[in-house]
């Protein structure tokens, strides 16, 4: 039955800006996002894909085995550590078009699953103490050279993605999920 309040009211919360703390089925989703992030989980069997977040989490209702090169995921959602997808697709040049959809619906994937590529993009990236364009700056990222060492994603705020860098904690809209270009 939440898997199916989870599918009907979906739609809902991509059709407008949710509102802070709206709700997906029984979930409260603390922020709306609108992201794409890569799965970065080593796992050999796949992410599970679950229709609820939390401890102990839903039941699985998908996994999203390593399949293609990669595969990204449109992240639409959070609650806590868990982020809500409506679609993932792997990225495979066996395909007509370079990618192909593995996944379509509501579900939540748990933040350390997934990740991006890298920091370090175009002019640079800045990592931000809040989720705005006039929050202090806390890192600069402006080459390679500056590229932090691990990346772990926390969440997200509409198109801001928040990552702890080297442990420097802070939110940017600016970074690379391409595995196969440095997106400069």
């Given amino acids: 039955m939440k898997t199916l309040a989870v599918a009907t009211l979906l739609p809902l919360l991509l059709a407008a800006?949710?509102?802070?703390?709206a709700r997906v089925g029984t979930t409260r989703v603390e922020?709306?996002?609108?992201?794409?992030?890569?799965i970065v989980d080593p796992d050999p069997h796949g992410v599970n894909v679950r229709s609820g977040p939390g401890k102990p989490p839903g039941k699985v209702i998908a996994v999203l085995a390593p399949v293609g090169e990669w595969i990204d995921v449109h992240v639409v959602g959070q609650a806590g550590e868990w982020l809500l997808i409506d679609r993932a697709e792997a990225v495979d040049d066996e395909e007509p078009e370079?990618?192909?959809e593995v996944f379509r619906g509501g579900g939540w994937v748990h933040a350390s699953t997934l990740g991006i590529s890298e920091l370090a993009v175009g002019e640079g990236t800045l990592l931000r103490a809040a989720p705005t364009d006039d929050a202090a700056i806390l890192k600069t990222i402006r080459d390679y050279d500056d590229e932090p060492m691990h990346k772990r994603v926390l969440g997200c705020h509409g198109t801001?993605?928040?990552v702890d860098a080297d442990g420097v904690r802070g939110f940017t809209k600016t970074f690379c999920t391409n595995e196969r270009t440095?997106?400069?």
Wanted: proline share 9%; aromatic share 4%.
């Fill in 182 to 184: 440095t997106c400069s």
């Fill in 31 to 38: 922020h709306s996002c609108d992201i794409h992030l890569n």
């Fill in 160 to 162: 801001w993605l928040e």
């Fill in 98 to 100: 370079g990618m192909r």
């Fill in 17 to 21: 800006p949710a509102p802070a703390h």
